[in-house]
């Protein structure tokens, strides 16, 4: 089945570390993304990672991957007022050998940055 | 290096008419995908279209149809507009050529669909 689930809500202060949680259940997903959406705004690809890694760091953000427990993570370091905004998780569901089809996205956490 | 770009932003309609929503994708890509936002919930996948041809569609009625030109543009129309059409209508693209392996996919910042 097809199904991804995220807590709906953070508040963290400014400075703090965020860590935003997702579990996925589609055992074919292979790539997994985050995304950042602010008010009014669209989708705004954060990072990704594919399944057979276990971790990957980009500046401030860090994914981590439990493949086991379906289970990824998005640590935001040192998290300012700016990062105020929802995140979604999101699997791509694979269509054939070469090619990638939907995303199908969690409900999205909101995160509330307090100074 | 333009991204991607939706047209309308904000389009006010009532029920019974029908909307085409209008996306080009950005430089270098050529897939186009379409997802349904509702308010509080993330987005749900549409349809896609590669080569001119849609290539997978999530669960949505035939009222919603779509296009893609020659140039990877892409347009969304709605039919039969009810209220619970009422959404940001988001449209994504990607790089999907044979012998790329995943490119992610990049949005727009979607067009407003309201319906009285």
């Known amino acids: 089945g097809e199904d991804v689930e995220q807590s709906l809500f953070l508040s963290v202060r400014e400075g703090d570390s965020s860590v935003i949680n997702c579990t996925y259940t589609?055992?074919?997903?292979?790539?997994l993304y985050w995304y950042k959406q602010e008010p009014g705004a669209g989708l705004q690809l954060l990072t990704y990672i594919f399944s057979n890694m276990d971790m990957k760091q980009d500046q401030r953000l860090t994914v981590l991957l439990n493949k086991k427990d379906k289970h990824l993570s998005l640590r935001i370091a040192d998290t300012q007022t700016g990062d105020s905004a929802i995140y979604f998780c999101?699997?791509?569901?694979?269509?054939?050998?070469?090619?990638?089809?939907?995303?199908?996205f969690g409900a999205g956490t909101q995160v509330v940055v307090t100074p | 290096d333009a991204g991607v770009t939706q047209s309308p932003t904000h389009l006010i309609k009532t029920r019974g008419q029908q909307v085409t929503l209008r996306c080009s994708p950005k430089s270098g890509h050529d897939t186009v995908s379409w997802y349904q936002q509702a308010l509080g919930q993330g987005p749900q996948f549409i349809f896609q279209?590669?080569?001119?041809?849609?290539?997978q569609r999530g669960n949505f009625p035939d009222r919603f149809s779509g296009h893609q030109y020659p140039n990877y543009s892409s347009e969304l129309n709605v039919n039969a507009l009810l209220l619970g059409d009422s959404a940001l209508y988001l449209c994504?693209?990607?790089?999907?050529?044979?012998?790329?392996?995943?490119?992610?996919?990049?949005f727009g910042d979607g067009t407003r669909l309201s319906i009285l």
């Open positions: 994504a693209s990607s790089l999907a050529r044979r012998g790329y392996s995943n490119q992610p996919q990049h």
């Open positions: 999101a699997e791509s569901i694979k269509m054939t050998t070469d090619s990638w089809g939907k995303l199908q």
């Open positions: 279209y590669y080569e001119e041809e849609e290539r």
């Open positions: 589609d055992s074919s997903s292979t790539y």
